[in-house]
């Protein structure tokens, strides 16, 4: 039963992540080009709505953990639906403003959708090993949607996506109708962020957080230009992707395995160490390295599972910890709000950086950046930050994240 109950909490992920990965990789192309709009004012109003996005997750936080968490998703699933039509449905070029506001209500209802999800096992799990079966099986889903999700256009046709694509909305409600039920009799009492903030436990474990999402945030703003001007292997792309996700998925039972054995601290450091190594290796690369750049890929993307699923395991555990200490408090929509803020503050500012760096370092307009500027941006800082998050969850103040591994909260 335990294992039917985790498979019904982690389906949503499928349909979320195949109908994710099209919105962010394609549509943007497709409103430039097709929608007319241009590549610079593109850019411009999906900068400008992902900042209303980020502005979005802290109200929803609150507003779920008010009581509203289990209406949330379905609400979402509407506005998504709605929104998604009116977008592809209606001829373009809007006004900027309008186009900006239409995107703000599409992130708002993934929001909806994602964040009482996310915070769900704080409510299902009650041991170690439950928390890290739950988180475990949302990130292997999220990883196998995005392989769909990468296959799917070398396979079917353009039509037959677009069924798939409806197809996968339908199946989203269904798996979100058959989410578990969170036990009942929790307080409609929350805390605030300022309250949530407060607490030193969860400073400590924001800023890695987010220092690691901007680790692997940039490489993936850069990731073309390096293929391209390092590499000279842009028609790779596609396989390079490949193979990290499936690494990553592969992988993910490994790391769950790992992490049971040895504790998650330790397995998300030696994961953090692993990954940096393994990355470092790019800076030896040149022309006609496309393949062996593949191979470093399989043995980064093997390093997801230390990446995703175990730091949401210990953002589980301190939301449950939080909670038995104020047993009369809601918290956990909350603090996955701000997870959620943070992950999508880094990959804004991945951009915003790597593109700044790279733009101050052209000799002229129209022209790459030089190969040494492009692999400090894909590799150093990457490699940087991933050193400096080892090196923060080594200190102290971190130690209760290790000490929470010999005992259920």
């Given at each position: 039963m335990a294992a039917v109950q985790q498979l019904r909490y982690a389906l949503p992920g499928l349909s979320l992540a195949i109908l994710g990965l099209p919105f962010y990789i394609y549509v943007p192309l497709w409103l430039a080009e097709e929608g007319g709009y241009g590549y610079g004012a593109i850019g411009a109003i999906f900068f400008a709505a992902r900042l209303g996005d980020i502005a979005t997750d802290l109200p929803v936080g609150s507003i779920a953990d008010r009581g509203f968490g289990h209406r949330l998703p379905l609400l979402g699933w509407l506005l998504l639906v709605a929104s998604a039509a009116v977008l592809i449905g209606a001829p373009h070029p809007?006004?900027?403003?309008?186009?900006?506001?239409?995107?703000?209500?599409?992130?708002?209802?993934?929001?909806?959708?994602?964040?009482?999800?996310?915070?769900?096992?704080?409510?299902?799990?009650?041991?170690?090993?439950?928390?890290?079966?739950?988180?475990?099986?949302?990130?292997?889903?999220?990883?196998?949607?995005?392989?769909?999700?990468?296959?799917?256009?070398?396979?079917?046709?353009?039509?037959?996506?677009?069924?798939?694509?409806?197809?996968?909305?339908?199946?989203?409600?269904?798996?979100?109708?058959?989410?578990?039920?969170?036990?009942?009799?929790?307080?409609?009492?929350?805390?605030?962020?300022?309250?949530?903030?407060?607490?030193?436990r969860v400073r400590h474990l924001a800023g890695p957080w987010f220092i690691n999402m901007l680790a692997n945030a940039i490489p993936g703003t850069v990731l073309v230009l390096f293929m391209r001007e390092v590499l000279?292997?842009?028609?790779?792309?596609?396989?390079?992707?490949?193979?990290?996700?499936?690494?990553?998925?592969?992988?993910?039972?490994?790391?769950?395995?790992?992490?049971?054995?040895?504790?998650?601290?330790?397995?998300?450091?030696?994961?953090?160490?692993?990954?940096?190594?393994?990355?470092?290796?790019?800076?030896?690369?040149?022309?006609?390295?496309?393949?062996?750049?593949?191979?470093?890929?399989?043995?980064?993307?093997?390093?997801?599972?230390?990446?995703?699923?175990?730091?949401?395991?210990?953002?589980?555990?301190?939301?449950?910890?939080?909670?038995?200490?104020?047993?009369?408090?809601?918290?956990?929509?909350r603090l996955f709000a701000l997870w959620s803020m943070l992950n999508k503050a880094a990959m804004g500012l991945a951009v915003g950086v790597a593109y700044l760096w790279l733009g101050t370092q052209q000799t002229g307009v129209g022209t790459p950046p030089p190969e040494w500027a492009i692999c400090a941006a894909y590799i150093v800082a990457p490699v940087v930050l991933k050193l400096l998050v080892f090196a923060l969850l080594g200190r102290p103040q971190m130690a209760y994240l290790g000490h929470e591994d010999g005992g259920d909260v």
């Amino acid at each position: 039963m335990a294992a039917v109950q985790q498979l019904r909490y982690a389906l949503p992920g499928l349909s979320l992540a195949i109908l994710g990965l099209p919105f962010y990789i394609y549509v943007p192309l497709w409103l430039a080009e097709e929608g007319g709009y241009g590549y610079g004012a593109i850019g411009a109003i999906f900068f400008a709505a992902r900042l209303g996005d980020i502005a979005t997750d802290l109200p929803v936080g609150s507003i779920a953990d008010r009581g509203f968490g289990h209406r949330l998703p379905l609400l979402g699933w509407l506005l998504l639906v709605a929104s998604a039509a009116v977008l592809i449905g209606a001829p373009h070029p809007w006004h900027s403003g309008l186009l900006v506001l239409a995107l703000v209500v599409l992130m708002l209802a993934w929001s909806f959708i994602t964040i009482p999800w996310l915070a769900l096992p704080v409510l299902l799990s009650k041991n170690r090993d439950e928390r890290l079966a739950y988180n475990s099986s949302r990130e292997g889903m999220l990883l196998f949607g995005t392989l769909i999700a990468m296959l799917a256009p070398g396979i079917f046709d353009a039509n037959t996506l677009r069924v798939t694509l409806a197809g996968m909305l339908g199946f989203l409600l269904l798996s979100l109708l058959g989410l578990p039920s969170a036990p009942k009799g929790r307080s409609a009492l929350t805390s605030s962020y300022r309250q949530l903030l407060a607490d030193p436990r969860v400073r400590h474990l924001a800023g890695p957080w987010f220092i690691n999402m901007l680790a692997n945030a940039i490489p993936g703003t850069v990731l073309v230009l390096f293929m391209r001007e390092v590499l000279g292997a842009e028609a790779l792309i596609p396989l390079a992707l490949l193979s990290y996700f499936a690494a990553g998925f592969l992988a993910m039972p490994i790391w769950y395995a790992v992490a049971r054995r040895c504790g998650r601290l330790w397995s998300w450091r030696l994961g953090l160490l692993l990954s940096a190594v393994l990355f470092s290796l790019g800076l030896g690369l040149g022309d006609g390295d496309g393949y062996w750049f593949i191979a470093i890929s399989i043995g980064t993307g093997m390093m997801l599972g230390a990446d995703q699923a175990i730091p949401s395991t210990m953002q589980t555990t301190l939301a449950q910890r939080l909670m038995a200490e104020q047993p009369n408090t809601a918290v956990a929509a909350r603090l996955f709000a701000l997870w959620s803020m943070l992950n999508k503050a880094a990959m804004g500012l991945a951009v915003g950086v790597a593109y700044l760096w790279l733009g101050t370092q052209q000799t002229g307009v129209g022209t790459p950046p030089p190969e040494w500027a492009i692999c400090a941006a894909y590799i150093v800082a990457p490699v940087v930050l991933k050193l400096l998050v080892f090196a923060l969850l080594g200190r102290p103040q971190m130690a209760y994240l290790g000490h929470e591994d010999g005992g259920d909260v």
